[in-house]
């Protein structure tokens, strides 16, 4: 199968979240300028830089609808955290994908533990097995180019603190994907989860090893 999108939109909305898959899930904390909370999750989310440490997660405003909360919040704030989510979280993960009304906190609202950030004004999730304390680097605006299309925008953070819950470190202190059971977006309303892993040397010696 070909498809051709030079000149004609894609059709199939989901077809792009089912090829890029798994996606890490970036469970956003922020709030706004009243200091009213808010959390929401978004699979368009990866690593954009190592060093500096700078994520990307792109989020949607559909002509249909206002832009989301989270989106506002930090245009308006300048922060945000980004909770990654493990199995035992993933049901109160999607059940705060549901829409409620501007200034609800769906924290609050779904029982979902949460505090403080320490260098940001943003909520971060308790039993988050790892938490990235988010500022604003910059956006860029994806604009629809045809019938159909969406406003995206990319976010750009830079993070100032990494919360890690330390029984997902490894004997090293490091964070263990598989210990910490973190999930993947796939297509659709699945999800997956980190199972079995494989280890293969990569054939080149990285700088300063």
């Known amino acids: 199968m070909l498809i051709d999108l030079r000149d004609a ?26 200091g009213r909370g808010n959390l929401a999750p978004f699979s368009h989310f990866n690593v954009a830089s190592g060093a500096p440490a700078i994520i990307s997660v792109s989020m949607n405003t559909p002509d249909d609808r206002p832009r989301k909360d989270t989106l ?3 245009l308006e704030t300048g922060v945000f955290s980004v909770n990654l ?10 059940a705060t994908s549901a829409p409620l009304p501007k200034g609800m906190d769906e924290a609050a609202e779904l029982g979902v533990a949460t505090e403080p950030c320490d260098f ?5 999730v308790v039993q988050a097995p790892a938490t990235l304390e988010c500022r604003l680097y910059r956006t ?13 925008t990319l976010v750009l953070g ?26 993947a977006r796939s297509a659709g309303i699945q999800y997956l989860t980190v199972g079995e892993t494989v280890a293969i040397p990569a054939p080149f010696k990285r700088a300063g090893s």
């Open 120 to 124: 940001i004004a943003a909520p971060r």
């Open 9 to 34: 939109p894609l059709s199939d909305r989901g077809l792009m979240n089912a090829i890029v898959a798994p996606r890490p899930i970036a469970w956003i904390g922020s709030q706004d300028a009243d």
């Open 140 to 152: 860029i605006e994806i604009d629809p180019e045809r019938e159909g299309d969406t406003l995206s």
């Open 158 to 183: 830079r993070v100032v603190g990494i919360h890690l819950l330390d029984e997902h470190l490894d004997e090293k202190s490091r964070f263990d994907p598989k210990r910490a059971a973190l999930v």
């Open 72 to 74: 506002a919040n930090i």
């Open 85 to 94: 989510v493990s199995e035992a979280l993933l049901p109160m993960m999607v």
